[in-house]
């Protein structure tokens, strides 16, 4: 299911181990290849402890590869290691709980910080402030607010903003949403989305949640026991539901149900792992619409 075509950044047999050389070992990826496509939306999932947040950091140089390498718009990153710093204004990275890293006395400032590290000139800062806080959800009017004043998901979209502020040709998100009250979690990720949609933006999102990914994702990558289990479009991953369900991975029920309903004769065509595509599908079978294939 790899797609080599229109590729922005590639990890090629890479591997890499914590305590390297000593009892306490692990291996957190082994000789992983995989592909990310110019202005799409990836979702990287799997089981905790299978090497997704270990990936997502060697993909903007946190993290350097024990072997293999990693490439960006064709480009070893690592080929001059004293540019690596420069790497991250192109590929933003944006870590689990990014709001404990909020610090500055305005949202305004702490969402420019990024930006004033790139020199840019005051009125494209403020530009860029109010740009990337409306892709983010965050109302003008809390700019001038101390970020410790802010709700958890207002700050979570304060910390997002800070790192679309400074417009990176991809955007790596490891668990974005984590902890977020349902709203909290849908006004994210939906502005991601839309993010990625109107920017071009390519995305890469880090999540435990297989509804998540159904939803937002173009292309997943189901990381297994520190290698790439699988990797396809959204349609192609949930097509393989035995394999989720054998890597511990909880499937939407929307999927589950659609599999029962195949594994019965149902004759379900089209897009089966969202409540929207399986109601299209069996409206269609009883003659009151047409299946979105």
Not at 39 to 52: A, N
Not at 158 to 179: C, N, S, T, Y
Request: proline share 4%; net charge negative.
């Amino acid at each position: 299911m790899n797609e080599t075509v229109n590729e922005i950044l590639r990890l090629s047999d890479v591997s890499y181990a914590y305590g390297a050389g000593t009892p306490q070992r692990t291996d957190a990826l082994d000789h992983v290849s995989v592909g990310f496509q110019k202005g799409k939306i990836t979702g990287v999932i799997g089981h905790t402890g299978s090497g997704k947040s270990t990936l997502v950091q060697l993909l903007n140089g946190l993290l350097r590869p024990d072997s293999g390498r990693v490439f960006f718009e064709g480009r070893d990153i690592w080929e001059k290691p004293k540019e690596i710093t420069a790497l991250r204004f192109h590929v933003g990275l944006v870590m689990q709980y990014p709001e404990y890293q909020l610090f500055d006395e305005t949202v305004e400032k702490d969402i420019g910080f990024g930006l004033r590290n790139m020199k840019l000139p005051p009125e494209e800062i403020g530009a860029r402030v109010r740009e990337a806080a409306a892709f983010a959800g965050l109302p003008e009017e809390l700019l001038k607010k101390s970020p410790f004043d802010l709700s958890g998901g207002e700050k979570r979209r304060a910390a997002v903003a800070g790192v679309i502020a400074m417009r990176p040709e991809v955007l790596v998100l490891d668990e974005p949403a984590a902890g977020l009250d349902p709203r909290g979690r849908r006004q994210i990720l939906s502005g991601l989305h839309r993010y990625g949609r109107e920017s071009g933006t390519t995305v890469i999102l880090v999540s435990h949640s297989m509804e998540d990914m159904a939803l937002y994702c173009d292309h997943i990558v189901v990381m297994d026991h520190a290698r790439v289990l699988l990797n396809g479009t959204t349609a192609e991953v949930f097509s393989r539901t035995s394999e989720l369900l054998a890597a511990g991975l909880d499937i939407p029920e929307i999927s589950r149900l659609s599999a029962e309903l195949l594994a019965a004769g149902v004759p379900l065509s089209g897009t089966l792992y969202t409540v929207e595509g399986v109601e299209r599908s069996l409206l269609s079978l009883l003659g009151k619409g047409e299946a979105s294939c």
